[in-house]
């Protein structure tokens, strides 16, 4: 779930966005020794800062400066110090986000209210396509380690075995009611690799994101 705050001055719309992904990587993850673990889906979250123009009745274009939450789980059987363990542990890499959009508005249906001169939209929806670049801000394994009765937690910095960079792509759909509320929801899929180090390995991130909407 999220929020969006919005203000607008001519046709800027400026605002705060928050909302929750699932996230996950396309290959497995080399650490502890030659343990190669595979990812499962795990929850993460985004904030940002929007700026976002018109460019016809149909056309916008937003930036979205954002710090976003990105990762995965691993549980399985791994071998440490020639003991095995049943990991259950998560990663949690966090990056400084800059998405570039462009959304195509559907034509808007009126509700035959005016608020200063101007109708006010019942509801209208958007399919949002663009890129972004990705600085790594902190990478963390955080979870437990079992050997029988024996729990070793984990809270380690990996921000060494990940790249610093990262792009990709986006694609999204959305929708606005009477000016005021609606959601948005994103599929984003990064193009470069998002392990540093292990060539054999060559996973990207991709992320299912969602937020509710409303509008000052």
Not at 104 to 130: A, C, D
Not at 131 to 141: M, P, Q, S, V
Request: charged content about 15%; glycine content about 8%.
């Amino acid at each position: 779930m999220g929020f969006h705050l919005s203000g607008q001055s001519q046709s800027l719309e400026y605002g705060l966005t928050a909302g929750l992904n699932i996230s996950n990587h396309t290959d497995r993850f080399r650490n502890y020794e030659s343990n190669q673990l595979t990812p499962s889906s795990a929850l993460g979250y985004q904030v940002s800062f929007m700026t976002r123009t018109t460019l016809n009745q149909l056309l916008k274009a937003s930036l979205e400066p954002s710090i976003i939450m990105l990762g995965a789980n691993y549980n399985e059987s791994i071998t440490l110090n020639g003991r095995e363990f049943q990991t259950d542990i998560r990663s949690k890499l966090y990056y400084l986000h800059l998405p570039v959009l462009v959304q195509f508005y559907n034509e808007p249906k009126k509700t035959g209210r005016t608020v200063y001169g101007n109708q006010i939209m019942q509801y209208s929806y958007h399919f949002t396509v663009g890129i972004f670049g990705e600085y790594l801000l902190n990478a963390r394994l955080t979870g437990d380690n079992i050997d029988g009765n024996l729990t070793r937690s984990v809270f380690e910095n990996v921000i060494d075995a990940y790249s610093k960079y990262d792009a990709g792509g986006v694609v999204g759909f959305g929708m606005e009611f009477i000016d005021k509320y609606g959601f948005e929801t994103r599929l984003q899929r990064t193009f470069l690799q998002t392990y540093n180090g292990n060539p054999q390995l060559k996973p990207k991130n991709y992320a299912f994101k969602l937020s509710f909407v409303y509008l000052l």
